[in-house]
């Protein structure tokens, strides 16, 4: 679990840092281009091409077009037909779909891990439920395939990793995942992208150098890593907390307004998950108590 918590915290500042550098003066595609190429150059001194399982390769490949490449592509284009408590609010959901993700992989179905990810989702709307306005369901529908494939990535890596485990290091492969994003991106940018909206000055450029440095390259590699340690239900749980830390860094940072009571009670809401989900985990490995004589 720390390596979630640290990669939750190196997103909550880059939510902000999007918000305040990025949105709307660069031009979406090419800031995701520039973030997942980064974080493929981070990683290819070290990756392998050969001695591996060639399904966990493709698998990864498979992640990163899906975690990285669909998702962001997806979100950024909401933003076109939703406001931002919108998009945090329909963000809420990525929970549900990791939970109901794993157990169809696994073959089983987890009822405390499904009611720890609809409490943490329930903890993420009290924080940021907003009076809907206007025609979101163009908006509603892209975040839904933004959230469902960014849980697919990550149960996608969890399962393949354990799989197919071997004697390398994550890091030796890892690069393969911003490839498969890269096979997304690119065309992406050379289609749609807007060339006149390039970054402008050493602190844009800054920006999405960190942004491609800590928040992707390390980040999504810490998150990966973090998926393997923890179940399906903490998982998910974590996927939720996003949404409290980076009311917190914007609130402390930026100074933005923030309903600190709406804050309490969700983040309280979503600890509480947490706290369901490890009573759960004791039920499934303790069984059912037997009868009296």
Not at 79 to 87: A, D, G, K
Not at 229 to 237: F, K, W, Y
Not at 263 to 271: K, R, Y
């Amino acid at each position: 679990m720390p390596y979630l918590v640290a990669v939750t915290l190196l997103w909550a500042f880059s939510f902000s840092l999007i918000g305040h550098y990025l949105a709307g003066q660069v031009d979406s595609d090419l800031a995701v281009l520039v973030r997942v190429a980064i974080a493929a150059l981070v990683f290819a001194p070290f990756t392998l091409w050969r001695g591996l399982p060639r399904p966990l390769l493709a698998g990864f490949w498979l992640a990163g077009a899906l975690q990285f490449g669909v998702t962001y592509l997806c979100l950024y284009r909401s933003f076109n037909v939703l406001s931002v408590p919108e998009v945090l609010l329909f963000t809420v959901l990525t929970p549900i779909y990791v939970t109901l993700i794993d157990d169809v992989l696994a073959r089983r179905f987890n009822p405390w891990a499904l009611l720890a990810a609809a409490v943490a989702v329930g903890g993420g709307a009290v924080i940021r439920f907003e009076h809907l306005e206007g025609d979101y369901l163009l908006g509603f529908l892209l975040l839904q395939v933004a959230n469902f494939t960014f849980a697919a990535g990550q149960v996608l890596c969890r399962h393949l990793l354990a799989r197919y485990p071997t004697d390398h290091g994550l890091h030796r492969f890892f690069g393969h995942f911003f490839l498969g994003a890269l096979v997304l991106v690119l065309p992406s940018f050379l289609w749609f992208g807007d060339a006149a909206l390039m970054p402008q000055g050493p602190l844009q450029w800054g920006v999405l150098l960190w942004m491609g440095l800590f928040a992707t390259a390390l980040g999504m590699y810490w998150w990966v890593l973090g998926s393997t340690r923890v179940d399906a239900g903490t998982l998910a749980v974590m996927n939720e907390l996003h949404v409290p830390a980076g009311l917190v860094v914007n609130l402390l940072i930026w100074n933005r307004d923030a309903d600190l009571l709406r804050l309490l009670a969700g983040g309280t809401v979503i600890l509480a998950s947490l706290a369901i989900n490890r009573r759960g985990r004791r039920s499934l490995v303790e069984g059912p108590v037997p009868a009296s004589a």
